[in-house]
């Protein structure tokens, strides 16, 4: 019986996470939860958003099963967590499918993209500070090394290979930022060739954007630096229906973290309003890591018939529903149980 890290998280992540493990015990899998705190209510409980038994309990199981993390906004408060936890543990791929669902309303209906994005450098490798005493200039290092882009593009192509995917897109913004871009799209050039069976293509981001936007069926795996890929997942949530329905994998080569692409969406929190459906996807994730497949199947088919029904969904994705985060759950429970 696997031991996995839970950490609830904070805003939302209680209610939703409380749904997914409902689910998960449904589905006939035994897995022993160590619950532990980070972020805001490890703050407020001991003082530090990361305590020192939280990563005792990573470092032991290697595998965690996480709701979002509040990070405040600008110069004050503590770092992000989130991102902490994938340089610490080196999860240097965020694996986040976007894919249509049968039953969510949404400008296209065949759009199937997963971003693989490099979780662990960048711009967000935490090298900022203020130049002057009045803090009025500010300045970011990006870091970009070829060890890292190396794992991660060549991760992309494996994934496809892997997945029966045809196609890894490299965004990039090489034409501007000549030697941390450069360097990535340098190294994606060079791997391409090694899977010839996976077709290639490059584009500028601001343009990918377009394009993900007026023609999604275009894309298939993309890769890309941390930035771009944090902000093109939201873009391809939108695409199919919110980020309500996207999980994301952060795998390293001796652990992994699984959790949705949502933060804790304060605007919502305590409402009952929060759509379980990308943590108990991101959980379908993380049993098929442990090779729990029949498992993951029966909870994604679960879930696929809920959404589509599109009665007993949160607001998100039927503005009529009366269901809530719970019945949502409760629902889902009860698909999984006819199976
Ligand atoms: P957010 O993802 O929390 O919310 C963006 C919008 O999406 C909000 O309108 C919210 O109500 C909606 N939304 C998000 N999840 C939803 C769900 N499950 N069901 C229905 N609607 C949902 O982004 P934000 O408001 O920019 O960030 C809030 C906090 O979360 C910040 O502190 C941010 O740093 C943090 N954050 C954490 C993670 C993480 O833990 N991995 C990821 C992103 C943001």
Not at 44 to 55: A, M, R, S, W
Not at 95 to 106: D, I, L, Q, Y
Request: glycine residues 8%; proline residues 4%; hydrophobic residues 45%.
């Amino acid at each position: 019986m696997p031991t996995v890290t839970l950490i609830n998280g904070d805003g939302i992540g209680p209610s939703i996470m409380n749904e997914a493990l409902k689910v998960i015990a449904a589905s006939g899998v035994n897995i022993t939860w160590e619950e532990v705190d980070a972020g805001m209510a490890a703050f407020e409980k001991h003082g530090t958003p990361l305590p020192d038994e939280t990563l005792a309990s990573f470092d032991k199981t290697r595998l965690a099963f996480k709701g979002p993390l509040t990070t405040a906004v600008g110069g004050t408060g503590f770092r992000s967590i989130n991102v902490a936890l994938r340089q610490k543990y080196d999860l240097y791929a965020n694996v986040r499918p976007a894919k249509s669902w049968a039953g969510v309303n949404t400008r296209y209906e065949d759009v199937d993209i997963v971003i693989v994005r490099e979780n662990t450098e960048g711009l967000y490798a935490g090298l900022e500070h203020y130049l002057t005493p009045k803090k009025d200039i500010a300045e970011s290092l990006a870091v970009v090394t070829r060890v890292a882009s190396e794992r991660i593009i060549d991760y992309a192509f494996q994934y496809a290979r892997d997945n029966k995917r045809a196609k890894v897109t490299v965004c990039h913004k090489a034409n501007i930022l000549k030697y941390t871009q450069g360097l990535f799209l340098d190294v994606a050039r060079e791997i391409a060739p090694r899977y010839p069976d996976i077709q290639y293509d490059e584009k500028i981001i601001d343009a990918a954007c377009m394009h993900m936007v007026m023609n999604p069926k275009q894309f298939d795996v993309v890769v890309c630096t941390n930035m771009f890929g944090d902000i093109l997942s939201d873009l391809t949530a939108g695409l199919v229906g919110g980020l309500g329905l996207i999980p994301g994998a952060n795998i390293g080569a001796d652990a992994a973290l699984f959790e949705a692409v949502h933060g804790s969406a304060p605007d919502i929190t305590g409402k009952n309003l929060a759509n379980p459906t990308a943590v108990i996807m991101a959980g379908i994730m993380l049993l098929h890591h442990i090779g729990e497949h029949s498992a993951a199947d029966n909870i994604q088919a679960a879930v696929e018939k809920v959404v589509s029904d599109g009665v007993y969904v949160t607001p998100d994705l039927n503005p009529n529903s009366i269901a809530g985060t719970i019945e949502m759950g409760d629902v889902i429970v009860r698909e999984l149980q006819k199976v």
